[in-house]
């Protein structure tokens, strides 16, 4: 009962996910525009420029998401996310209005801000929804990013310059008009002490009456999760221990991590997780797709490339969300990383070498990008919305989202000057070796979690129990 409930309330939050899947691969159908002496702003972009068109984006979310946590726990997960669409409405606003080249760079950073959402959409997703389907509808925040990259490139290609900045803009209205239907987070309103509204919101997500059993259980197992008590060693041995009828010591978010070795295990295996992801390279082919399949296969048509390059990305997150369930999170993330890392080596000996036709080029690409998007597309992002408890969980996400925009920023910032350096091919060598290194890690270090509640989870991060 109530799925089709929770499966509308992933769908209105993850259509801000495509609006920023829209402007996250904007840049892409610009850079040529951008640098041609016929742009349409004011002056032709300096390759600096180009980069940071690219890049500023990442700083500004590197800057922002510190105080996303914060946010979130003041705010709600709903208020929050309406900040963020209005923040995009900004975002477009400028661009449509605006031709100087100065003014576009201040957009490209003003929609870094929202860069932050892909913290609060997984984790929004994952306290709406029941374990059964939790991976699955987690995953929505990815497959809407595909979706979004989609219609950039359907915009960039066959728009004209200023059509597909106000076709973006209205999207981006409708997006936070949208957001009024949703209802707040049950888990975040009985944080607030609001039981009745908690007791209402679970009771529509989950298609019941908010005096069924099923309900109250369900609001009686969030109310133990936020009360854990901690001794030296974990959250949940403590739990067993802990007289119920002794006051609990509120622990600040640092203090809380600090005492729960299972918390910082979880939060070390998040963050390399998110660290092999961005390096394995797919964020620069989506954000560089037009000139890199320019460079790549210069007989095909760059803006049908990348468009059909998006389009396989949607498609592989559905599978992904129907795998991740089916098969679990580790081995998804062990197999789909090594045969991503295969398909690397062999794009870097062809891009080298040629030994195959330029249209190969293309299809490699294409598997490197479906391979990739069924494990280190999909895979972090629901681990980091399952692992944390309720008392660190917007925290500890934010420390991760905070990691994993520094290292894309790193990763797009470098990527055109060590193509000029090394050349492409070397560039997909160096994206195998993080492939492969993935699947070593998730292997001795990443547990398994379908279908299992917070507490089991973390307990997995004490036992080493991984198999």
């Given at each position: ?9 992933t769908?209105l ?60 726990d ?204 961005i390096?394995?390279g ?9 000139p ?57 000996v ?41 008392e ?20 797009l ?33 990443l ?13 997995s ?7």
């Amino acid at each position: 009962m109530g799925i089709i409930q929770q499966i509308l309330g992933t769908v209105l939050i993850s259509y801000l996910g495509v609006t920023m899947g829209i402007m996250y691969t904007w840049p892409s159908s610009t850079f040529l525009l951008f640098a041609s002496p016929n742009t349409t702003l004011n002056r032709p972009m300096t390759s600096t420029e180009l980069s940071l068109l690219g890049s500023l984006s990442s700083i500004a979310t590197l800057i922002i998401t510190p105080f996303t946590s914060s946010v979130i726990d003041y705010l709600g997960r709903k208020k929050s996310f309406l900040l963020l669409g209005v923040n995009q409405v900004l975002t477009w606003t400028i661009l449509a209005s605006c031709d100087r080249v100065e003014a576009v760079l201040a957009s490209m950073f003003i929609s870094g801000c929202s860069g932050c959402m892909m913290l609060v959409i997984p984790m929004y997703i994952s306290e709406i929804c029941k374990e059964s389907i939790r991976g699955s509808m987690t995953s929505a925040a990815v497959i809407s990013l595909g979706i979004g990259m989609m219609l950039s490139y359907i915009f960039g290609g066959y728009l004209e310059y200023h059509v597909m900045n106000y076709t973006c803009l209205s999207l981006s209205v409708l997006g936070v008009v949208l957001l009024m239907m949703v209802k707040e987070s049950p888990l975040f309103l009985l944080q607030k002490g609001f039981e009745k509204e908690a007791l209402r919101s679970l009771a529509f997500y989950r298609g019941e009456k908010i005096t069924s059993k099923e309900v109250i259980e369900e609001l009686e197992t969030i109310k133990r999760t936020l009360n854990v008590a901690l001794d030296e060693q974990t959250p949940e041995e403590e739990k067993l221990k802990a007289d119920l009828d002794k006051p609990r010591e509120k622990l600040s978010r640092w203090a809380f991590l600090k005492k729960s070795k299972s918390s910082r295990r979880a939060l070390l295996v998040v963050i390399m997780l998110y660290t092999a992801a961005i390096f394995q390279g797919l964020v620069v082919v989506q954000v560089f797709a037009e000139p890199l399949f320019t460079e790549a296969t210069p007989t095909i048509s760059a803006t049908l490339s990348s468009v059909l390059m998006a389009l396989l990305s949607t498609l592989a997150g559905f599978v992904g969300a129907y795998l991740i369930e089916r098969y679990g999170r580790r081995h998804l993330m062990i197999y789909a990383s090594s045969a991503t890392g295969a398909c690397c080596v062999v794009l870097g000996v062809q891009i080298q070498v040629g030994f195959g036709p330029s249209w190969l080029t293309t299809v490699l690409l294409y598997v490197y990008c479906v391979s990739y998007t069924l494990g280190a597309g999909v895979v972090p992002y629901v681990i980091n919305a399952e692992v944390f408890l309720p008392e660190i969980k917007s925290f500890a996400s934010m420390i991760c989202m905070e990691w994993a925009f520094l290292c894309n920023f790193v990763v797009l910032f470098i990527f055109n000057p060590l193509v000029t350096a090394v050349g492409l091919g070397i560039i997909f060598y160096m994206f195998a070796a993080f492939c492969f290194l993935s699947s070593v890690f998730c292997w001795f270090f990443l547990p398994e979690t379908k279908g299992l509640a917070v507490d089991v989870i973390q307990q997995s991060f004490v036992n080493k129990c991984y198999k």
